[in-house]
């Protein structure tokens, strides 16, 4: 049994102290920690201050993104080193923003996702295909072949601990969600090419999340599914009410 995890994803919102404020109001409100893992991914400038407010509560800090060196001339980036030096614990990386605006490679998303490992945080992989490539039929082969690029030279004891974000990008921001059949159908895939890739005490250990325009008013049907572990939420991570319902969802699934 897979434990849940359900993740905000901030995005370019709120300030440093909007945000540490919002962790301070519902921190005490995560009776459910020890069914859900929850964890929350501000923007970069925000984590000292979110991180010490989540402190000694049952949740976790995650960055939206990291280079893969620990240091070096690479004017703008945060290093994995920083991260782990601010107690961050869980990064996303291969988000369809960074693919789309940021030219981001399923090369330098593999790099990335080494370098987490390498410093002992949890990746969350987002993979993802556009609306073209769905109504063209190439969703499955095309999530496929990001799997296997973002995996590809990772350790079957690396890839355990992993977490998959499936985030249809069409779903993402626009209100459409992907039917709860269709979710889990990809899910499921991704799962088996996991197992393909590895063995079955991987593909069963890795939790894959659903995302894209998750809300109170979805979650359930779509934890509900047999490979869905998960939620990966913009919007509706923002408001404490709404993200405070996820994670009861996540603690109920
Ligand atoms: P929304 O929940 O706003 O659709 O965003 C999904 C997402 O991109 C999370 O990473």
């Known amino acids: 049994m897979r434990k849940p995890i359900i993740a905000g994803n901030w995005k370019m919102n709120k300030l440093a102290a909007d945000g540490a404020r919002f962790v301070l ?11 859900v893992d929850v964890v929350v991914c501000p923007p970069y400038p925000h984590l000292p201050l ?21 240091s070096g001339a690479f004017t703008g980036e945060v290093s994995p080193e920083m991260l782990k030096d601010l107690l961050v614990e869980y990064v996303i990386l291969g988000h369809s923003e960074r693919r789309e605006h940021f030219q981001e490679s399923d090369e330098l998303i593999n790099k990335k996702l080494k370098a987490a490992f390498d410093h002992q945080m949890t990746p969350i992989v987002c993979v993802g295909e556009s609306l073209e490539q769905r109504v063209q039929n190439q969703a499955y082969d095309f999530v496929e072949s990001q799997v296997k690029a973002a995996f590809d030279g990772v350790s079957a004891e690396q890839a355990k601990v992993a977490v998959v974000a499936y985030e249809p990008i069409w779903a993402i921001g626009t ?3 992907a039917s709860s059949d269709d979710a889990n159908d990809m899910c499921a895939h991704i799962r088996n090419v996991l197992k393909d890739l590895y063995d079955e005490s991987v593909s069963e250990a890795v939790r894959i999340q659903y995302g894209g325009s998750v809300k109170p008013a979805n979650i359930d049907e779509l934890l509900a599914k047999s490979d869905i572990d998960g939620a990966l939420v913009g919007g509706a991570s923002l408001e404490k009410d709404s993200f405070l319902k996820l994670l009861e969802a996540g603690a109920n699934a």
Do not use: W
């Open 25 to 35: 109001d519902f921190r005490s409100h995560l009776p459910m920690g020890d069914k």
């Open 50 to 70: 979110v991180v010490e407010a989540a402190r000694d509560y049952p949740m976790d800090i995650g960055a939206q993104n990291m280079h893969f060196e620990d």
């Open 175 to 177: 209100g459409k969600t």
